[in-house]
């Protein structure tokens, strides 16, 4: 079964840092442009990152910016979002995704978030 | 930045109704950008319907999108049990430099 596994969750004090690490199983990460999401307690899905298939490309939301980075291993088919000086407001569930873009020529193909993780949950307090 | 406005925040219906989920976006953008996602609760998104109006693999076909320009629509034709639960309607940019956006979503309840 194609599955990304999150895990690096947890509790943290307030700017303090954590390794979300993300796993493909069946999944080869490195042919895909992947994305971080979070959701905040009882809230809605906020976009955090992007990254290229080689690490060469990465982009992040505004609020993040200089604080998070995101990273890939791809021979360890693996995905990673190193987060420093936590905030509260970084409380969520954190989710890897395949961005679902792909390069046809100078363009991009768009078809959707097709395979995501289970999520890991981070608690910043 | 392009922000997306769901409504209604709440749909009450009973299974077998058929569903109309609207997402309004606050400049005209491309059919190729809009995508929707269901989420039940405890659960990662789950792909629906990309370029406004293709199904992911293995979406029934009571799923349908639509829509142009800045007013787009995920209808549900017949619902099922399984239906009831939070829809976000997403935009992408033209590449992956760009903001990816979400809308506030829609929660579907069973009456």
């Known amino acids: 079964e194609v599955q990304l596994v999150e895990s690096g969750g947890g509790l943290v004090l307030p700017g303090g840092s954590l390794r979300l690490s993300c796993a493909g199983s069946e999944f080869t990460l490195s042919n895909y442009w992947m994305t971080w999401v979070r959701q905040a307690p009882g809230k809605g899905l906020e976009w955090v990152a992007n990254?290229?298939?080689?690490?060469?490309?990465?982009y992040y939301v505004d609020s993040v910016k200089g604080r998070f980075t995101i990273s890939r291993d791809n021979a360890k088919n693996s995905l990673y979002l190193q987060m420093n000086s936590l905030r509260a407001e970084d409380t969520a569930v954190y989710y890897c995704?395949?961005?679902?873009?792909?390069?046809?020529?100078?363009?991009?193909?768009?078809?959707?978030?097709?395979?995501w993780g289970q999520g890991t949950t981070v608690t910043v307090s | 930045e392009i922000v997306l406005t769901q409504s209604p925040g709440t749909l009450s219906l009973s299974p077998g109704e058929r569903a109309t989920l609207s997402c309004r976006a606050s400049q005209s953008v491309s059919n190729r950008y809009l995508t929707w996602y269901q989420q039940t609760p405890g659960q990662a998104p789950r792909l629906l319907i990309f370029?406004?109006?293709s199904r992911a693999t293995g979406i029934p076909d009571r799923f349908s999108g639509s829509g142009s320009g800045t007013d787009f629509t995920l209808t549900i034709s017949r619902l099922e049990p399984e239906d009831f639960a939070v829809y976000y309607c997403q935009l992408y940019g033209s590449s992956p430099s760009l903001p990816i956006t979400f809308g506030q979503g829609t929660r579907l309840e069973i009456k």
């Open positions: 990254i290229k298939q080689d690490g060469s490309e990465k």
């Open positions: 370029g406004a109006s």
């Open positions: 995704a395949n961005l679902g873009m792909a390069n046809i020529g100078i363009d991009y193909y768009h078809y959707g978030m097709d395979v």
